[in-house]
């Protein structure tokens, strides 16, 4: 009897060069553009400092259970979405599907936003920054009159950047710039998942630790900007008043939800590579947890920023009230200082009011101008642009910011692309023989052309229609189902032992709560506030329109009904998918059952495919 | 001979104060911001600047009519506030109290605004000409979009980088069969005889196995 040592069994699954390789594409999967332009705006308008107890509340109910939940799935199961709810039960088979529908959909639009990115990165060598100045009109006389009316910047992101139509209906033509930039972040895309993790996990040194240092340069630069702490107490003063409203808490259980990059299938797949004896409770709240700091210490930068944007434009309120002052009443230069400007304004007022009347003077208020926040593309592509323009060595520091955002859009692109790819890659779609490189090239190509028509006029439109409707219903909903399929179905019992066999330690009852009971909760409630919010008023998008009466304000459109219903197609297609999944396979088994020679399907376990 | 002289003195004072006044026909109102262009180095205007300013007139009409008759007393200057503002008018000295028309002074100023500029280390925001608008310099253009540049920049690394993956890929591909199939060749050259799980070599090589069975503690074998 010889006692041959136990030897693990080799399935060919790539896996993780280190650890640190897997933590850190977990963290750039999580940390993505929402961190920068999302949460601090979510920050400022819901009460500053007390928004945070929402959203630590959220965090620790909601966000840690569940992406506990898919980190230990994946490394149990050792496969991709598909595969793995294949395992745990045909009927939810869906669940894997409507992940992966997802994947692709988010991927599709995701990385046309980093074309923006990157068009605003191209530009930014170039010396005065071309959003910064207007450019003259036909005959020479003056400024182009959109971007006289609205501002430099806005001009150039509606006009040179988007080329937008002024309604969704109206396609307008591909912009040939963006199809060159999009072409290259397809490439970039490509190169950097062209071996799926094997090159990923060297791409993620960089994506994902880069990203902090310029935030950090950021941080100091930003905290030397006059106004910095104008803005930085607006942001974190906490007004606890606005806990009352339940929107603040609704937006923190979406945000938390959203921007840990749960039910997309990508951690599922990033954790199937991973041994399975590793420590996926410790992982989980690892990565929650930098995170969320990571939201909290890029608001600061931000919020310094907005600051000392906001401060600017006060000043310069002030300074053409005072230069048309001095005009009018011929007083000697610097005789009215932004300090005295209070005194003598009431002193003119009370001598000659009619003057002061007849010049019109705007009402300069710091408050109004911080109130003017903006989240998402607003912030990025046209408030910081702004912003950047006013410091000094503006080239230098735009660059910095568009790569800084490049680099968060990628790493987040890197988990969605690994949603995809791993399930196709388990489906065998294209033969053992051929290369990986060839499944990665096709889904990059097909991904690139089908994103062509985001390049189109009315594109931006287009995006907001995918970010509203494709990314957020369907993930609550397979979010849901994960958790109940993996509860009620695999049983809590088999998955407590399986978890308890991967981490070497018996499960905590916290999670066995949460998973239970809390999160299935939490996340009906969160669904329904959802959609009861969403059917309240129809659906409408604001669409910039030179001709409109209110320009530079934006107008404001409902849906036409053909678009309507596409909304309602992205929203419905990947979770129908669940119960469709499940009909399918109940027919199968019904069709089965009458033929006695058919097998009962193999109980899956954990620890049974590796001893 | 003396009331003579100060009938004629008062009479020009009037009429120059006729004809140099605010919203007067052909008068020009100036603005001047200093201490905003210069700063800590601005200088005072007094009666030396006005009298340089009078100048710069007289010449811009000098080298727009290209005829030498305008002198400085044909520039009036009024009404100069603290602000720095005052209103200027150019007086014709072949016809007698008539201003000079707006257009020409206009066209003047205008053909000349960079030298007056410069003469008072001022720009086209410092030193204003309430009435006449100062033509708008086109933006730089260089001939390639810089973007386009820098654009071919990032695709052509993009481009190498994957070239270069592709193309190991294929050889470590190709490494790999070629490997694969030495081992097959290898393999189907040797045939092996077992004997009980165990290849007949082996049995010939080794001075037989230990059976694990028998051996207790640290006894002594008997070689075969």
């Known amino acids: 009897l010889s006692a041959a040592p136990e030897i693990p069994k080799e399935d060919g699954r790539p896996k993780w060069d280190n650890k640190f390789q897997y933590i850190l594409s977990c963290i750039g999967f999580a940390v993505g553009l929402g961190n920068v332009w999302r949460f601090p705006y979510l920050c400022q308008i819901h009460g500053g ?43 939810l088979g869906g669940v894997g599907v409507g992940s992966w529908m997802v994947s692709i959909l988010v991927s599709l639009y995701y990385n046309t936003v980093l074309t923006w990115v990157m068009w605003y990165f191209i530009n930014s060598f170039q010396e005065p920054l071309p959003w910064s100045v207007c450019p003259l009109n036909e005959n020479r006389t003056g400024f182009n009159e959109e971007c006289y009316e609205s501002t430099a910047v806005n001009y150039f992101w509606y ?10 209906a109206e396609s307008g033509t591909l912009q040939w710039w963006l199809i060159l930039c999009l072409a290259t972040c397809w490439a970039i895309v490509y190169l950097c998942t062209i071996r799926g993790i094997e090159t990923t996990g060297k791409a993620i040194y960089v994506t994902a630790i880069f990203p902090y240092l310029v935030l950090t340069i950021f941080l100091i630069q930003g905290l030397t900007l006059p106004g910095a702490t104008e803005g930085l107490i607006y942001l974190f003063t906490p007004n606890l008043n606005t806990l009352k409203n339940p929107r603040v808490w609704l937006d923190a259980a979406t945000q938390i939800f959203f921007s840990l990059s749960l039910a997309f299938g990508g951690l599922i797949a990033f954790a199937s590579y991973n041994p399975t004896k590793n420590d996926c409770e410790k992982d989980a709240v690892t990565v929650a947890i930098v995170n969320s700091m990571t939201s909290l210490y890029a608001s600061i930068p931000v919020f310094s920023v907005l600051g000392f944007k ?25 005789s009215i200082m932004r300090q005295n400007y209070t005194s003598w304004i009431s002193f003119l007022n009370s001598s000659y009011p009619e003057k002061i009347a007849g010049l019109k003077l705007k009402s300069c208020d710091l408050q109004e101008f911080l109130d003017q926040s903006a989240s998402g593309t607003g912030l990025a592509f046209i408030v910081f642009t702004q912003a950047i323009i006013l410091m000094p060595g503006s080239q230098a520091w735009a660059i910095l910011f568009f790569i800084m955002l490049f680099s968060l859009g990628l790493s987040s692109m890197f988990g969605n692309i690994e949603g995809v790819f791993t399930p196709l890659l388990e489906l065998q779609i ?62 809590i019992k088999r998955f ?67 678009v309507q219903a596409i909304c309602v197609l992205l929203a419905a297609l990947p979770c129908v998918c669940v119960p469709l999944v499940a009909l399918f396979h109940l027919v199968k088994q019904k069709l089965r059952s009458k033929d006695p020679s058919s097998l009962p399907p193999e109980v899956f376990s954990c620890q049974g495919s590796n001893s | ?93 072949s016809k007698n109290v008539t201003t000079v028309p707006g257009s020409e002074v206009e066209a ?59 193309v190991s890929g294929i050889q470590k591909h190709k490494k790999k069969n070629k490997e694969s199939t030495e081992r097959e060749n290898l393999e189907e050259k040797v045939e092996v005889t077992l004997e009980n799980g165990i290849p007949c070599e082996a049995l010939d090589l080794k001075a037989g196995h230990i059976n694990g069975v028998f051996a207790a503690d640290d006894e002594r074998f008997t070689s075969l």
């Open chain 1, 496 to 562: 407590s032992k399986d978890v308890e066999w991967m981490t070497g330690r018996k499960l905590n009852h916290f999670w066995q709560i949460t998973w239970k009971f809390i999160s299935p909760l939490l996340l009906l409630i969160v669904f329904m506030a959802f959609v009861t919010l969403q059917m309240q008023k129809p659906p409408s998008y604001t669409a910039w329109n030179p001709k409109y009466e209110g320009f530079p304000m934006k107008e404001e459109k409902i849906y036409p009904p053909w």
């Open chain 2, 108 to 166: 003047a100023i205008r053909m000349n605004r960079n030298r007056i500029n410069s003469a008072f280390l001022l720009s086209d925001k410092t030193l204003q000409f309430l009435k006449i608008t100062s033509t708008l310099s086109p933006p730089v253009e260089p001939s390639t979009p810089v973007w386009l540049i820098v654009f071919g920049v990032v695709l052509c690394l993009i481009v190498a980088g994957i070239v270069f993956l592709i």
């Open chain 1, 49 to 91: 400092g007390a928004f945070l107890i929402p959203y630590f509340i959220a965090l620790l109910f909601e966000g840690i259970p569940l992406l506990h939940l898919e980190l230990a799935l994946g490394q149990c199961l050792r496969k991709g979405s598909i595969g793995a709810w294949n395992t745990i039960s045909p009927y």
């Open chain 1, 310 to 334: 906001a401060t600017t434009a006060y000043w310069d309120c002030l300074d053409r009230n005072i230069i048309n002052i001095i005009n009018e009443f011929d007083l000697p230069e610097e």
């Open chain 2, 1 to 93: 001979m003396l009331r003579a002289l100060l009938l004629i003195l008062s009479v020009v004072a009037i009429a120059h104060a006729e004809l140099c006044k605010p919203d007067a026909q052909n008068a020009f109102k100036v603005r001047i911001s200093i201490k905003t262009a210069l700063g800590d180095n601005a200088y005072a205007w007094d009666a030396n600047e006005e009298y340089l300013f009078k100048a710069m007139v007289a010449f811009a009409m000098r080298r727009y009519s290209s005829k030498s008759t305008t002198q400085i007393s044909n520039v009036l200057l009024c009404n100069v506030t603290d602000r720095v503002s005052f209103w200027f008018v150019v007086t014709d000295s």
């Open chain 1, 159 to 168: 006009r040179k950047t988007l080329n937008i139509t002024p309604d969704i």
């Open chain 1, 430 to 491: 294209i033969p053992q023989s051929a290369p990986k490189e060839l499944l990665s090239g096709i889904i990059c190509l097909i991904s690139f052309l089908v994103a062509l028509c985001f390049t189109l006029g009315s594109g931006s439109y287009w995006i907001d229609i995918f970010d509203r409707y494709a990314a957020s219903v369907p993930l609550l909903v397979i979010a849901f189902f994960e958790v109940i399929g993996v509860m009620y179905i695999y049983k």
